[in-house]
């Protein structure tokens, strides 16, 4: 496994191209396609939404993805450390470094609300196979939320399951638990997603969703909703966290950068749609509000498990798929952190975990008490929630601007040479990425952040 104090992955490497794809399928696919793509789409007026997302999948995120790869692959150690020896080798200055640190802090910020939101769906995951669902409607669902979201000692303990569990995993190392859970349960929750699309066509308001979903009103768009797009690419795909760099230090010679890529975008961005036809027929259908935030999946979903047949099973099982899907994406998110205390510490693995997870059970309080209410927890000076001041701090400050030094850091600062050897010698795609890198991606970003900067409330 990854050795922290050496600070190199060593010869070991992912044992074929397909774990690999796995592996960093499930980083991607988590909560972020579950959970927020739907209520922030709801939030951002639907289609043209949906619109600009796919562009900044297809235009930004999966260049950055690429670079992030080749990166890791070209390193083969901590994230910061790959930067460093890159950098080097294309005789820049090692300094860039930093952008792999500062990914870490964005990840560590990140884990310390999606432990929680984790957390709400092993809640449910016990509600659905409890039958508390069944028969239920849309208003008594709610009061079930709410009567959660009251709770902070609930909320403790079922945040503590999802820590305990990924220091757990990452504590020992990530291969073997990591690559057999991926495997068997993301195919699992593919089919349950699909599953609940055909049961939300059936019964629910399924033209008025697609309407929603795919038909773009550009009037409803704000620079706001660009940037909130842009950022969510990078979080759905986890970029800009140090992530993709590790992982794809393991990556087996020869592995195509540009193949594997563009699936891991794929799967990603059929996750989310799917999940974004289930939830919003539901909506629609019971009156709910598409701009409700983060409650939506939670008020939604679980009325249809309420109605079907065996919904008691099937609920229980798809938030099952949610809590394993998040807790794939917790794990590469606490590693990232974990690996860089290490090196900076000298601790040892196990003692870094500890640490760090200790860390993390605190900071994710301040998500608790949020939902909770408290008014400690949305303080004056801040003007909004510790949970929203996290929220915007990483998905509209910290990932588009580390997404934008990775990119202008492989395009401009890394040795052509080097990248398109890395990118196995293909000239077109090496040519492609190179344009994305070089100007698309960095001028939509600039572009996008200063317009929308105003806006921000900080
Ligand atoms: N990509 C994950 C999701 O969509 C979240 C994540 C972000 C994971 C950043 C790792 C790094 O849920
Ligand atoms: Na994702």
Same mark, same amino acid.
């Given at each position: 496994s990854f050795d922290a104090k050496v600070g190199r992955a060593g010869?070991?490497?992912?044992?074929s191209r397909m774990v690999y794809v796995l592996a960093m399928t499930g980083s991607a696919v988590g909560l972020g396609n579950i959970w927020r793509f739907p209520y922030i789409m709801g939030e951002h007026g639907g289609g043209a939404f949906v619109l600009v997302y796919l562009l900044c999948i297809g235009l930004i995120g999966l260049p950055v993805l690429m670079s992030e790869a080749l990166v890791g692959k070209f390193g083969r150690r901590s994230p910061a450390k790959s930067v460093a020896a890159i950098a080097q080798a294309s005789g820049?200055?090692?300094?860039?470094?930093v952008v792999g640190t500062t990914g870490s802090i964005a990840g560590f910020l990140i884990l310390s609300f999606y432990v929680v939101i984790a957390g709400w769906a092993v809640a449910y995951t016990w509600f659905g196979f409890s039958g508390q %669902?069944?028969?239920?409607?849309a208003e008594q669902i709610g009061e079930l939320f709410g009567g959660l979201l009251a709770s902070p000692s609930s909320l403790m303990v079922v945040s503590l399951v999802m820590i305990a569990g990924i220091t757990f995993v990452v504590s020992r190392g990530i291969r073997a638990g990591l690559e057999a859970a991926v495997s068997k349960m993301m195919p699992l929750l593919f089919v349950l997603l699909s599953v609940l699309v055909v049961y939300a066509a059936v019964t629910g308001e399924f033209g008025q969703a697609v309407q929603f979903m %795919?038909?773009?009103?550009?009037?409803?768009?704000t620079w706001t909703s660009v940037l909130v797009a842009l950022g969510h690419s990078f979080f759905t795909l986890s970029l800009a966290s140090g992530i993709v760099i590790m992982y794809g230090a393991y990556l087996p010679e020869g592995t195509s950068i540009a193949r594997t890529s563009v699936q891991i975008a794929l799967l990603d961005t059929v996750v989310a749609l799917l999940a974004g036809l289930a939830i919003f027929p539901i909506v629609f259908a019971n009156g709910l509000?598409?701009?409700?935030?983060?409650?939506l999946l939670f008020h939604s979903l679980p009325i249809a498990f309420g109605s079907m047949p065996m919904g008691q099973i099937v609920g229980g099982l798809f938030f099952l798929m949610v809590v394993v899907a998040a807790f794939t994406s917790g794990i590469s998110l606490i590693e990232s952190t974990v690996v860089r205390f290490c090196e900076i510490t000298g601790l040892s693995r196990i003692n870094s975990a500890m640490i760090v997870a200790t860390t993390l059970g605190l900071m994710s309080l301040l998500t608790v008490y949020s939902f909770a209410g408290a008014d400690w927890a949305s303080p004056e000076w801040l003007g909004m929630s510790y949970f929203d001041a996290i929220d915007q701090l990483t998905e509209k400050v910290m990932l588009p601007l580390g997404g934008l030094a990775i990119a202008v850091f492989t395009g401009w600062f890394v040795s052509r040479e080097i990248s398109l050897k890395l990118l196995n010698g293909n000239a077109l795609i090496h040519a492609l990425w190179l344009f994305c890198v070089q100007f698309l991606a960095p001028a939509a970003i600039v572009v996008v952040f200063l317009q929308s900067v105003g806006v921000l409330r900080f």
């Open positions: 010869t070991e490497q992912w044992s820049s200055n090692r300094g860039w470094s %669902f069944t028969g239920k409607d %795919f038909a773009p009103d550009f009037s409803k768009l509000e598409p701009g409700a935030g983060p409650g």
